[in-house]
């Protein structure tokens, strides 16, 4: 069956349920699926189909696998970085964006529950209204979705929360390919999610598999999410925040690996003066530039909370052991930025939020940004800064001018580090070459490409046949048509792994 | 005398939960010398471990399975060190060491057991009362001239075999220390083998023999209480003894004997001795030494003993003399290994072991002097006579530069006498 | 004997050769240390028809494949501890991985821990301890393999502060059931141990769920643990001897407080409170009777204690707070939350001789090392429920216990005690896990049968009223019977067991 028959036949078939405006062919529309700010390009979108809940999801996946039709799901608002939504043949773009009620906030249990569409930008005032706080990744975009975000396992401001690499992703509703929908951990049952009375926060099994770990980092292949549940936190009543600085990341590492040891510390994240710099200047470029040279090469910001009992006694107890471990390492923690022109509240509110000005943080320098990110344990991440800095140096890119992140994750036992490489419209090549170049490096050298975009995935799963031997038996179980967002990972013809 | 039916509720009541052949938790020290049981630890099959005996005990019972080849090699290559018994112990209500010790009664009941060895050291008790098969008449050619002996005391040194024949400087010591700290006492020509090596090797008629004598011995001489410096005798007196009949006679250690005497002023440590020591508790001083209490009643709901029981959980082992009279030695340095007290790995002397397995034997003393080593200490010290063989063993074997010390050759040293 | 379904000649010479004479027996005798009757359970599983002892991650790849050629079914083991026996069908080879012991890493500053099988909890936490570190240890006894228990259950008595076992399981070595071996997480990429998910999709999720495969998906070699910062001492300073130690920790930076409250709602909502202050190492509500167990040397002191009538006095409505902080300042402020709390909600001490037994022995909180005294009373003794969702849905399963547990509490089945449920919140109150103990007499008749009734009327119990309190167990029967209510999950474990195991042979279970 030729493609564009294929599409057709799922396109008769998803009328009969979805309504009129729910599948979109636009020819504009559809364009702006085929590509995003990532190198990856690949196939078209030949379909746009919003789906409303649930059982459209699983009326839409039958018709895909009846007509073997590759669907594309997307959650988040545009701009994409990862390539991971770039349909790499000719497919249907699923677009969650309609499904995107907040289904539950329960302050008691302290999570909530949420369709995928629902953003950063809807949740965090709502859920701050109501007392609590989501753990955040960095500066999101406001219309990024919730659950792709937690899925996809980006890492959070605040590590101590986390017990591993999932959380805070409780418990999932899931279509498979094969149509058949699912729920994870303690949503399964028993009975329908009507007669269950349980909360689904527990995510494990049912039994004796971890589902909901198939499904992340999946960028899509495995189901689709049409429903998740994540921890929320308790609002803090008092916060501080603290800065300390350092001209090289060693340091900075030995005290959020203490910090974080001792659980002393809410927020903690280490950026460098490029990254900062486009966080808090308030014109480009001048302002841009003159906060880049300010500003220390790194910084480490730690937020202290008091929550609602006794605030200002727990503050003072965890300043002290702040103020200790620093002081071991000839460090200090300041409320100051130094060179920060006194934005010290401005990094406050940025931090509890999303993004919301245009145009997004990482593009306010040139058109694209092209982020290489990692995970390692802290111990290596001056070593990877240093291989970081010796590849920029070789093609000839000043390494000041790469964002650089560090995200310790899970209490500290893991580090996000992630390079933003900034790319002009004239660059493309040159960056390709060294964004490449780069990741192989890293890649070699032992770094830890956990969430392979694009052309990661050659390189990674290149590196572990009998890991990808696995994931693709699994894939086999749950998409045995191959129809959820083909292509990507080690699912695809002749790709390495 | 107990049987092998007596120990059902032990049988049925085993989960495998391992603690018999593990350290117990709040001893834990590290990776290093954390198991307990020497054939678990040599062998690693479940069936070598109290947990293991038990279960074959249990089968063997219910006629599950056969005395088929290896069996009795197996049963008998257990050193009957009573670790298992006692870490069990430490959480439930069995008996692992009496089990074994029936399932060997039983073995010999039905023609199977004991090994070769041991048959014959029967044979040479029968005959000499000693296991060595040597003449009964030299049994107290140790004793020097120049020690005062009170032919009316109503303490009595009992030597016992091994000390008598292989270790007389231990007989030696014991009694300078008595006259030292002015204990009257007698030294009885006509005591037999305690029965130990009997006993442990499941020939309790034999052994109910021995202990029958040794009993009217004491009773004719008018003896109260018996002094040893043997583990095997001590814990055989206290252990044993007792299923044949009430004894009246108290029977103490010559650590014990010596704490007092220092306590009372009676003796004085003068002599100094530079020495790093390490203290090797012997499994039938240590948790194995507590005295024998008949239970005859009904295991009721909920595991409820009816009459209330008097359990051995080796809560009160002669643990702490040895180590008081040792740091009181002007100089002598104590240090302790990660299993010690009712902990201690065994020294692979007991059990019949030496006699049917020498390899085994010099193993299991070879794994206990490597955690000795590891204290630092330049020596180890224990108080039996079989513990001294079996690490002599293994030091010549190994060339080690490990010393072994008799605890009654330091305290005659810093006696200076 | 006839009951030993023995191996084929040449798959036992084949196996022998793989790990020499030593290490593989298929005598009787030997093999009557596996199939003996579990006094919990009151099962008892056939005879493997041999066993072996590996030494290393490819003897043991060797064994698999030579399993997989002759379609022998095998399962590993450790310490046998486990509830559900290891032997599930006659004539199964097990493969005991006692030989490899090994701490292969202990990483002070990243925070792991690399074992090998047959490392135990009394060796590692007292390792980990030396170096100011520690793990989430399952309240399963000092001789439990720490790595079965991260495979199989891992809930324990510090959840709050911490969680279950397996959020701390990092990177793994795999030997898959067909037999090969996979590094999973970062380790196979030469990241090392420090995460298990990843690439792409996790094959953590894999290994284990919330419960274990208990053998049925492969032999794992080798995992990476997490380790937290340890508050309390390096070395623990045990005073006395077996079985009346004492292990006190310095009171200015540990406290116990047990408090009695109205109501389990009261329970409840203080609990929940504690979690949102983020305080305590430990918060529970824990079993009165199993206490009363455990804090007991014999089955006769325990029920001179439980006719005293104490306990049922004082506990069923108590809850249980372990302090520790790095300093005497923190403690006091975490005292002073906790009070407030405790005072909100209306609940008062207990009697101080309760309260003290934690105190002077606060191995109670690190590793249990008295657990297996629960089976003190003859071995009678089981869980149900086992599962985990928030705390309030917890304590509503708990108050639904009487309906079904009072019928087999007046036919003299089992103990009187029906508030012997214990509640232990995770992640600061995220999340809670649910035990349900029933201590029965082993003593009747009809021993065997009881602990299986009360699961089944606990787990109908649930169905009915819509509550998950348990993961249902890998029992093929009641997987297929009870699967649809959850969600179809037998289907795709069912699938996930054909693909990765398309012989059947690791362990498959009963039936
Ligand atoms: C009295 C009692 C109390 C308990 N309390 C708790 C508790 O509070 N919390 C808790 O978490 N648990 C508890 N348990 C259960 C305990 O978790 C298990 O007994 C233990 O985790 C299993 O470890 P084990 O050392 O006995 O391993 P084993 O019995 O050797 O193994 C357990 C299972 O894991 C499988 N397995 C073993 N090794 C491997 C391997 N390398 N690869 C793949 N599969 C393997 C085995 O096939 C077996 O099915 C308790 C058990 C008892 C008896
Ligand atoms: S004998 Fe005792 S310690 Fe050993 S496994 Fe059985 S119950 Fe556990
Ligand atoms: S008596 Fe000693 S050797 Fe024998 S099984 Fe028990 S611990 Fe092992």
Same mark, same amino acid.
């Given at each position: ?497 | ?417 | ?153 891992? *809930? ?5 502060? &911490?969680?279950?076992?397996? !959020?701390? /399981?990092?990177?793994?070595? #795999? %030997? ?124 006769? *002191? ?5 006719? &005293?009538?104490?306990?049922? !006095?004082? /506990?069923?409505?108590?809850? #249980? %707070? ?190």
């Amino acid at each position: 069956m030729r493609a564009a028959e294929a599409v057709l036949r799922f396109r008769e078939g998803v009328a009969r349920f979805l309504k009129a405006d729910s599948i979109v062919d636009d020819a504009r529309t559809l364009e702006s699926y085929n590509r995003d700010i990532s190198f990856v390009k690949g196939g078209r979108a030949r379909l746009l189909v919003y789906p409303q809940n649930r059982e459209d999801v699983r009326g839409i996946v039958r018709a895909a696998s009846k007509n073997k039709v590759p669907l594309v799901p997307v959650s988040s608002g545009p701009p994409h970085y990862r390539g991971d939504t770039v349909p790499s043949a000719d497919a249907v773009i699923v677009d969650f964006s309609r499904m995107k009620r907040i289904i539950r906030i329960d302050p008691v249990s302290r999570y909530a529950v949420l369709e995928p569409g629902v953003t950063y930008g809807q949740l965090v005032p709502e859920l701050r209204r109501q007392g609590f706080k989501l753990v955040m990744p960095l500066l999101p975009r406001a219309n990024k979705s919730v659950v792709t975000s937690r899925l996809e396992r980006e890492p959070g401001l605040i590590p101590k929360y986390q017990y591993d690499y999932l959380d805070p992703l409780l418990t999932l509703e899931v279509v498979y390919g094969t149509g058949d929908d699912f729920r994870t951990g303690s949503a399964s049952g028993p009975g329908t999610p009507e007669t269950l009375k349980a909360d689904g926060v527990n995510p494990w099994g049912p039994g004796v598999l971890d589902f909901f770990r198939f499904v992340s980092g999946a960028q899509g292949t495995m189901g689709l999410v049409t429903r998740a549940a994540t921890k929320v936190e308790v609002l803090p009543s008092l916060e501080e925040l603290f800065f300390i600085t350092s001209g090289d990341v060693r340091p900075l590492v030995e005290a959020m690996n203490r910090l974080l040891r001792k659980r002393v510390v809410d927020e903690c994240l280490a950026l460098n003066g490029a990254n900062l710099a486009a966080i808090l200047a308030e014109s480009l470029p001048q302002d841009f530039a003159e906060l880049k040279k300010d500003l220390p090469p790194w910084t480490l910001l730690v937020g202290l909370a008091g929550y609602q009992r006794r605030p200002e006694e727990r503050i003072a107890i965890m300043e002290r052991y702040l103020r200790e471990i620093c002081g071991e390492l000839g460090l200090k923690a300041r409320p100051s930025l130094p060179g920060g022109g006194g934005r010290e509240k401005k990094v406050t509110e940025l931090l509890s939020g999303p993004w919301r000005s245009e145009p997004y943080w990482k593009l306010r320098q040139k058109d694209a940004c092209h982020d290489i990110f990692f995970l390692t344990t802290l111990s290596k991440v001056p070593e990877f800064v240093g291989v970081m800095r010796g590849a920029a140096e070789r093609h000839g890119y000043p390494f000041e001018d790469i964002g650089g992140y560090l995200q310790p994750m899970v209490q500290g036992r893991g580090c996000h580090v992630e390079f933003s490489i900034p790319c002009g419209k004239d660059e493309t090549a040159r960056v390709k070459d060294f964004f490449i170049e780069a990741s192989e490096t890293l890649i070699n050298e032992g770094a830890f490409f956990s969430r392979p975009y694009g052309p990661w995935a050659d390189m990674v799963y290149g590196r572990d046949g009998e890991g990808a031997a696995a994931l693709k038996k699994l894939k086999a179980i749950f998409d045995p048509d191959n129809i959820l967002n083909p292509g990507r990972l080690c699912f695809r013809e002749g790709g390495r792994g | 005398m107990d049987k092998l039916t007596d120990y059902r509720y032990t049988m049925k009541s085993c989960n495998s939960c391992g603690q018999c052949r593990f350290i117990l938790g709040p001893m834990m020290k590290g990776w290093e010398y954390a198991e307990i049981c020497p054939i678990h630890l040599r062998y690693r099959w479940d069936a070598c471990s109290g947990q293991g005996l038990i279960n074959i005990a249990q089968e063997l019972l219910d006629g599950e399975l056969d005395y088929e080849d290896g069996l009795i090699e197996h049963i008998y290559t257990c050193t009957t060190c009573g670790a298992c018994d006692i870490n069990c112990k430490s959480v439930r209500d069995m008996e692992v060491m009496d089990t074994i010790l029936a399932l060997r009664a039983r073995c010999v009941e039905d023609g199977r057991g004991p090994l070769p060895p041991h048959q014959e050291q029967a044979r040479y008790i029968e005959a000499h009362h000693n296991i060595f098969g040597e003449p009964h008449e030299e049994r107290s050619d140790w004793l020097q001239e120049g020690i005062k002996l009170s032919e009316k005391a109503d303490v009595a040194y009992f030597a016992g075999c091994a000390t008598a024949y292989k270790h007389p400087d231990i007989a030696r010591n014991t009694v300078r220390i008595l006259n030292a700290g002015g204990l009257d006492f007698q030294v009885l020509h006509d005591e037999y083998c305690c029965g130990a090596p009997l006993w442990r090797t499941g020939q309790v008629e034999a052994a109910r023999k021995l202990a029958e004598h040794n009993t009217e011995v004491f009773r004719e001489n008018g003896i109260r209480t018996v002094v040893t410096a043997c583990a095997e005798c001590y814990g055989t007196f206290r252990g044993f003894y007792p299923r044949i009949a009430p004894p009246d006679f108290e029977v103490v250690h010559i650590s014990e004997v010596v704490q007092r005497m220092l306590r009372a002023d009676r003796l004085k440590l003068k002599g100094k001795l530079d020495i790093k020591v390490t203290y090797h508790d012997p499994c039938l001083l240590g948790r194995l030494s507590e005295p024998y209490v008949p239970w005859h009643g009904e295991i009721k709901s909920f595991g409820y003993h009816e009459p209330p029981k008097t359990w051995r959980r080796g809560t009160h082992g002669v643990y702490e003399s040895p180590r008081e009279v040792l740091k009181a030695i002007p100089g002598l340095e104590l240090v302790e290994m990660t299993r010690h007290a009712e902990n201690a790995f065994c020294c692979g002397g007991g059990g019949g072991v030496p006699a049917a397995f020498p390899d085994f034997a010099l193993w299991t003393a070879a794994e206990r002097l490597d955690e000795a080593k590891s204290t630092g200490a330049n020596a180890v010290v224990s108080a039996c006579p079989w513990c001294e063989s079996a690490f002599q063993n293994a030091i010549d074997a190994d060339k080690s530069t490990l010393q072994y010390h008799d605890f009654t050759g330091l305290v005659v040293r810093a006696l200076e006498l | 004997m006839e009951k030993v379904m023995s191996l084929p000649k040449e798959v036992y010479q084949a196996l022998l050769k793989v790990v020499g004479p030593e290490n593989i027996a298929d005598r009787p005798h030997i093999l009557a240390a596996l199939r003996h009757t579990n006094p919990q359970s009151g099962r008892q599983p056939p005879s493997p028809a041999a066993v072996i002892m590996p030494g290393s991650v490819e003897e043991v790849r060797e064994i698999v494949r030579i399993c997989n050629r002759h379609g022998v079914r095998y399962n590993a083991v450790v310490s046998m501890f486990g509830m559900g026996g290891v032997v599930s069908q006659p004539g199964m080879l097990v493969i005991s991985l006692r030989r490899m012991n090994r701490i292969i890493e202990i990483n002070e500053f990243d925070r792991y821990a690399v074992i090998e099988p047959a490392v135990r909890q009394v060796q590692l936490k007292a390792e980990v301890f030396k170096r100011g570190l520690t793990y989430p240890t399952a309240s399963a006894g000092p001789s439990c393999s720490v790595l079965a228990n991260f495979l199989t259950s891992g *809930d324990h008595h510090t959840q709050q502060s &911490s969680s279950r076992c397996s !959020r701390y /399981l990092l990177g793994y070595e #795999w %030997v898959t059931p067909t037999g090969e071996i996979v590094r999973v997480g970062s380790l196979a990429h030469g990241a090392g141990w420090f995460c298990p998910d990843g690439p792409g999709p996790s094959l953590r999720g894999l290994v284990r769920g919330y419960g274990g495969w208990g053998g049925g998906l492969g032999i794992v070699t080798r995992i990476a643990i997490g380790l937290d910062d340890w508050k309390g001492p390096r070395v623990l300073t045990t005073q006395g001897h077996s079985p009346d130690y004492k292990i006190p920790f310095p009171p200015d930076c540990h406290r116990v407080f047990i408090f009695k409250f109205p109501t389990l709602e009261k329970v409840r909502d203080a609990m929940t409170e504690m979690g949102k202050a983020e305080i305590g190492q430990a918060v529970l509500k824990f079993f009165y009777a199993t206490e009363a167990v455990l804090f007991t040397v014999s089955a006769n *002191d325990f029920r001179d204690l439980w006719n &005293s009538g104490l306990y049922q !006095r004082e /506990l069923p409505r108590a809850l #249980w %707070v372990y302090l520790a902080a790095w300093t005497p300042e923190e403690l006091a402020y975490e005292e002073r939350v906790m009070r407030d709390i405790v005072e909100e909600f209306g609940g008062e001490p207990v009697d101080a001789s309760i309260t003290r037994k934690y105190e002077e022995n606060m191995d109670f909180f690190i590793l249990v090392s008295f657990l297996q005294r629960v089976l003190k009373l003859g071995g009678g003794w089981s869980p149900t429920k086992l599962g985990a969702d928030s705390i309030h849905h917890m304590f509503e399963v708990a108050a639904a216990i009487p309906e079904f547990f009072y019928d087999f509490i007046e036919k003299g089945r089992i103990l009187d005690a029906p508030h012997n449920f214990q509640v232990i919140p995770m992640e600061y109150g995220h999340a809670a896990h649910i035990e349900l103990l029933f201590f029965f007499d082993n003593q009747r008749p009809d021993w065997q049968q009881i602990p299986a009734e009360v699961m089944q009327k606990s787990m109908e119990s649930d169905i009915r009223h819509g509550f998950h309190a348990a993961t249902p167990p890998r029992v093929k029967a009641v997987m297929e019977r009870l699967g649809p209510l959850y969600s179809n999950f037998q289907v795709w474990t069912n699938k996930i067991k054909e693909t990765f195991d398309p012989n059947n042979v690791s362990n498959p279970g009963p039936g």
